[in-house]
Nanobody, 116 residues
Framework: QVHLVESGGGLVQPGGSLRLSCAAS????????MGWYRQAPAKQRELVAS???????IYVDSVKGRFTISRDNVKNTVALQMNSLKSSDTAVYYC??????????WGQGTQVTVSS
């Protein structure tokens, strides 16, 4: 079992920045990749960014150049730095941990609202 606790999120104006953090505990040795997904109202959950234990990161096209994912394998944390936020980034953001089995674990979700 992997337990994920998220922090960050909130309300920000367009063009602003936010930082999301996620701490993993439990069977952390089994985690292969960690990432962030988001789900906007009436839309499917989508991958925003993910990063492997070795540091290889991927991003959805809509956030490239604006978001940066980072991972600390010692502290077992993953962070998402979000810059130049747009109203279209408004969603509930979920931390994800995927094991090599593979099995997915999820955080409780944190709301990000971009609005003036």
């Amino acid at each position: 079992q992997v337990h994920l606790v998220e922090s960050g999120g909130g309300l920000v104006q367009p063009g602003g920045s936010l930082r999301l953090s996620c701490a993993a505990s439990g069977s952390i040795f089994s985690i292969a990749s960690m990432g962030w997904y988001r789900q906007a109202p009436a839309k499917q959950r989508e991958l925003v960014a993910s990063i492997t234990r070795g540091g290889t990161a991927i991003y959805v096209d809509s956030v490239k150049g604006r978001f940066t994912i980072s991972r600390d394998n010692v502290k077992n944390t993953v962070a998402l730095q979000m810059n130049s936020l747009k109203s279209s980034d408004t969603a509930v953001y979920y931390c994800n941990a995927r094991t090599s089995r593979p099995m997915d674990y999820w955080g409780q979700g944190t709301q990000v609202t971009v609005s003036s």
